[in-house]
């Protein structure tokens, strides 16, 4: 760094420090043509949002490149060459490609205006729990004095571009506590929500209360009276019922995104207010499994470091400061676990329960897998079963998984096969009974080994021997007799045999 960004200090042991004074090295930019009183900077810092959307402009939109970084990331062919899902973000396999360089890079606005980034690293390698690294930042220059709204407009021009939604396509987001930022993630082909076999007064439920929730009169109306214009749902049920492929339907048929926030030790109540506060625009936020975070009594769940508050949780649920048309999902698989505060009127507005397959469910889902097949032999395949499961019942996750392993198999035969169903229930029931007993087995032996643990001590401080009964107390044995202080009080137990 030379003279003219960085200025030398001396502290009170008269140790010399270096502290910066400007974002860029003058030198270079004054090599660059660019003068250093007549340029406007903006400094970026390495994990910041803008950081990522800017780097990954300026590669697309600068000529002359010559500093280059490689990267592993999704791209390129599906799974397989040749495949007909080689457009499928979900399929696409792992390519490495280019990223940003250290140095000054000139790119164009796409309204042609000439900018300059200096990507470059600042100080000392310091070691963090990935090992060193060094700090690294980027310096957007424009050769413009006074000209800060051009880059503002081109950031917030990327930031809107990052939060767009394509038909149908929806982009995962995830909470990074340790850059306090969303991350974002994969981005995934969305469901139809007719492809999500929902019994139909639930799918109805849903797609009404969010298009009423949605409209220009409702927003109108929460503006009027000073309410928080959020919607909060409660998806509860069994596992496997499909709480998360309805999310995943809700957000293709609505255009959102997926943000989700899940329990992290380092996670405080600051962090997951801001984490709402700054949710991308158009998203869904969804909390999964909120009984793991704090039980009925509002304690924590046993061996739980996070920070996080039971107020805090409410605080963030209430919505305050969060972007307008807010949609949170909360899934739990025991909703009596939690705590009214939390699931009140206010805090959950609608809840939607997903239970096992219902006759319905089993019908649509035939008939899902099979869309030629008619609606009597779905009835049929739907009677086999429930004849097969007795007073049992099934998961749609298991159910779903039966047809897929019928992929092969006719209509007609997924009748003859329907007792596979029962067949893998049972070995499940039978393997969680056996890793039940298992577990208890282990359980006792550790109780039994404290238990003898204990007593070994108890003998060692009673000067006995391993393997006698104390001896109960006399209750004729005279009592000890208070004394004053300084005097021994002598104490004589005579044992009857």
Not at 24 to 53: I, R
Not at 87 to 111: I, K, N
Not at 180 to 203: C, D, F
Not at 397 to 406: K, R, T, V
Request: glycine share 8%.
């Amino acid at each position: 760094m030379s003279d003219t960004s960085a200025a030398v200090l001396v502290d009170a042991n008269s140790e010399v420090l270096l502290a910066r004074i400007s974002p860029a090295n003058q030198s270079l930019l004054a090599a660059a043509g660019l003068a250093s009183d007549a340029v406007t900077m903006v400094e970026l810092s390495a994990g910041s949002e803008l950081f990522e959307l800017m780097t990954n402009f300026v590669l697309k939109h600068s000529a002359g490149i010559s500093s280059f970084g490689l990267a592993i990331g999704r791209g390129g062919s599906g799974c397989c060459e040749g495949s007909r899902h080689d457009d499928d973000p979900a399929t696409q396999r792992r390519t490495v490609h280019a990223t940003l360089g250290l140095g000054l890079h000139r790119f164009l606005t796409p309204e042609g205006a000439a900018l300059y980034a200096l990507l470059q690293t600042l100080g000392e390698p310091v070691g963090t729990e990935c090992g060193a690294t060094l700090f690294k930042s980027m310096v957007i220059v424009s050769p413009e004095p006074n000209d800060v709204e051009k880059i503002r407009e081109l950031a917030e021009r990327l930031v809107v571009e990052s939060d767009h939604v394509h038909p149908h396509l929806f982009t995962i987001w995830r909470w990074n506590v340790n850059y306090n930022r969303w991350m974002r993630g994969q981005v995934t082909k969305a469901r139809p929500i007719e492809s999500v076999v929902l019994p139909k007064a639930t799918q109805d439920t849903l797609i009404s209360d969010i298009d009423d929730f949605l409209s220009s009169d409702t927003r109108d109306f929460y503006a009027e009276h000073g309410i928080p214009h959020k919607r909060s749902f409660l998806f509860h049920g069994t596992p496997g019922a499909g709480k998360t492929s309805a999310i995943q339907a809700i957000a293709g048929r609505y255009g959102r995104n997926v943000c989700y926030l899940a329990a992290n030790p380092e996670m405080t109540d600051d962090s997951l207010k801001s984490a709402v506060e700054h949710v991308p625009s158009k998203s869904i936020i969804v909390l999964e499994d909120v009984d793991a975070l704090f039980d009925s009594k509002r304690d924590k769940k046993e061996g739980d470091k996070s920070l996080l508050t039971f107020s805090g949780l409410l605080n963030a649920l209430d919505g305050v400061g969060g972007c307008s048309g807010q949609i949170f999902v909360l899934t739990t698989n025991h909703r009596e676990r939690l705590d009214p505060a939390l699931i009140r009127n206010g805090r959950v507005d609608v809840h939607v329960e997903f239970t096992d397959a219902s006759p319905e469910q089993i019908r649509s889902l035939y008939k899902a897998f099979y869309k030629h097949a008619s609606d009597d032999l779905a009835s049929a395949f739907e009677q086999a079963l429930q004849a097969k499961l007795g007073k049992r019942s099934v998961s749609m996750a298991a159910l779903q998984s039966f047809f897929i392993a019928m992929r092969l198999k006719s209509a007609e035969e997924a009748v003859g096969f329907v007792g596979k169903v029962v067949t893998e229930l049972e070995e499940r029931e039978k393997s969680l009974a056996e890793r039940k007993a298992a577990e208890k087995e282990k359980q006792k032996a550790a109780e039994e080994k404290q238990n003898a643990k204990d007593a070994k001590d108890s003998v060692a401080k009673g000067g006995g021997s391993a393997g006698e009964t104390p001896a109960a107390p006399n209750p004729s044995a005279s009592a000890p007799t208070p004394s004053s202080e300084g005097e021994a009080t002598h104490i004589h137990v005579h044992l009857h045999k």
